[in-house]
């Protein structure tokens, strides 16, 4: 299995909230994705065929209206993620393939539609994406936008997880929380100053960026050292343990979100991409969203000439 696959696969395995990459403080839906992708549902005609790439759980069919009569397409790298989809919509074909080899003929779709998707296979999937439009079909896009809202949320996400890593921090928790259930107060005293030294950086970190898994560690581990009384020291150490496994895989994770970021020379190049293979109308905008004072996306639709 590759890594991205790898990765992919162990974050839908994990992800409870069918995988929602842009939500609001209380990781609920922002409407803004869901009234974009109604008006968009709506231009297209009876019967039409699309295809979401890159669809993980299906967030873009969430906003399909309830009666239609399209044909439903979806591809993604993870297996996981496509079984996830099929379980809220068993109507869809789904094709496990990276967006940037997808194996269906020219021309097979009316629609090829993506979100946070498509650009995760690098700008190769644009030109697969525009291969696969059929004459008079649309590509309709929200990618991540370098230095939006969602690419800087996971930038500062990602230093201060590095934080983590650098201060040894699930190290020196690991020390402290097996001194202090050892009785050994010089062991318990020295591991505790180490340990105040390695949290400072994560702390200070907190106030900088609130979200993310530093946040989630410090203060799970604050928790479980408070009531330390109430566990097993097993309990406390398998938790740490798994929170090391946990680090790596939102490393990876963020790694290759701000990997995906376009940037607007990318943009120049998908331009050229599209108009190479017969779109014409390339229209790319900042995604802008009520709340939110950096773009969440870029906006990126075209539409395939007629014959
Ligand atoms: C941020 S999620 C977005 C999923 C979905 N479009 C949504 O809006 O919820 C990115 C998705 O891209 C998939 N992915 C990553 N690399 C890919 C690739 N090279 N080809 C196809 N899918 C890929 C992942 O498995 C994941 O489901």
């Known amino acids: 299995m590759n890594d991205a696959k790898k990765g992919w696969s162990d974050y839908w395995e994990k992800d409870s909230a069918e995988g929602e990459v842009f939500v609001d403080a209380e990781g609920e839906r922002h409407p803004a994705l869901g009234d974009f992708w109604r008006v968009h549902f709506e231009s297209l005609p009876d019967g039409a065929r699309v295809i979401d790439l890159a669809s993980g759980a299906g967030s873009i069919y969430a906003h399909l ?37 997808i194996p269906l003929d020219d021309g097979s779709f009316d629609a090829v539609v993506t979100q946070f998707g498509a650009e995760y296979a690098g700008i190769g999937a644009f030109a697969e994406a525009a291969r696969l439009i059929a004459p008079g079909g649309k590509f309709i896009g929200l990618c991540h936008i370098r230095d939006g809202y969602i690419d800087s949320s996971n930038r500062g996400q990602m230093a ?10 699930i190290d020196h928790a690991t020390r402290m929380i097996t001194a202090a259930f050892s009785g050994d107060a010089d062991a318990l005293k020295n591991s505790q100053d180490a340990f105040v030294t390695a949290a400072g950086p994560v702390v200070e970190g907190m106030s900088r960026c609130k979200k993310g898994i530093h946040t989630y560690l410090y203060q799970g581990f604050r928790q479980l050292y408070e009531r330390r009384h109430q566990y097993d020291l097993a309990d406390i150490t398998g938790w740490l343990d798994a929170m090391r496994g946990e680090l790596d895989i939102n490393l990876d994770r963020l790694s ?52």
């Open 160 to 169: 201060e997880a590095k934080i983590l890593l650098e201060q040894a921090f």
């Open 256 to 307: 290759r979100m701000c990997a995906a970021a376009l940037t607007e020379s990318d943009i120049d190049e998908i331009r050229r991409i599209f108009e190479e293979h017969g779109l014409k109308e390339v229209h790319c905008t900042p995604f802008e969203t009520a709340g939110n004072t950096l773009p969440v996306a870029w906006n990126l639709t075209a539409q395939k000439g007629s014959k």
């Open 65 to 101: 209206p309830e009666e239609h009569t399209f044909q439903l397409s979806a591809t993604d790298i993870s297996d996981v993620a496509l079984n996830a989809l099929q379980d809220r919509y068993p109507q869809v074909s789904t094709i496990e393939c990276s967006a940037d080899a």
